[in-house]
């Protein structure tokens, strides 16, 4: 099975029995989240080339270095290693975790208004931040939020060329790391 495959999985099977449970007591189902694809463009959007080459090397560095199998079989949802390395680009740290715990929040504030007993079915890494933003939730601008900007800096050729360059370099030298 491919790396993160069981960890899709489980949490898949952990939703669906949410929603299936939910649906049994007559419960009202929201999805309380942003669209992965909106996340993933504002990200985009917001992030220098280099940015995007550091991000996208240091992930690959630790799919390919810091999981074990046990690791692999257990969900854990975003570890402390993911929140360090997000903390070092505050693009992605504000827009994959600060942005989602807004948006969830106001869902979650708005729902919550419309009936008498709500549940929530979400990963633990984002209580706290939704915790964060409830009692100001109602002020969220949700259009804001559900927008991609406009990229602001127009990539060089050269600067594309060098950020390939420095991934292919990266890249060969993990292979031959790995390979002693």
């Known amino acids: 099975m491919k790396r993160g495959g069981i960890k ?6 952990e939703f669906k029995a949410a929603h299936e449970a939910a649906i049994e ?3 009202k189902v929201v999805p309380g989240d942003r669209p992965h694809r909106i996340t993933l463009d504002r990200l985009w959007a917001r992030m220098t080339i280099m940015e995007k080459v550091f991000l996208a090397c240091g992930f690959l560095f630790k799919i390919l270095f810091f999981q074990s199998r046990e690791q692999e079989n257990e969900y854990r949802g975003i570890d402390d290693e993911d929140i360090e ?3 070092a680009f505050p693009p992605a740290f504000e827009t994959l975790l600060k942005e989602r715990h807004m948006y969830m929040a106001y869902n979650l504030w708005e729902e919550a208004g419309k009936c008498s007993s709500l549940v929530a079915v979400l990963e633990r890494t984002h209580l706290d931040g939704i915790r964060e933003y409830w009692s100001t939730s109602y002020l969220v601008d949700m259009v804001a939020l559900s927008e991609v900007p406009t990229v602001k800096e127009q990539t060089s050729t050269v600067k594309f060329f060098a950020s390939v360059g420095v991934v292919i370099v990266t890249l060969i030298s993990i292979y031959l790391w790995r390979k002693n």
């Open 25 to 27: 007591i007559g419960a």
């Open 85 to 87: 390395l997000l903390n």
């Open 8 to 13: 899709k999985m489980l949490a898949e099977s």
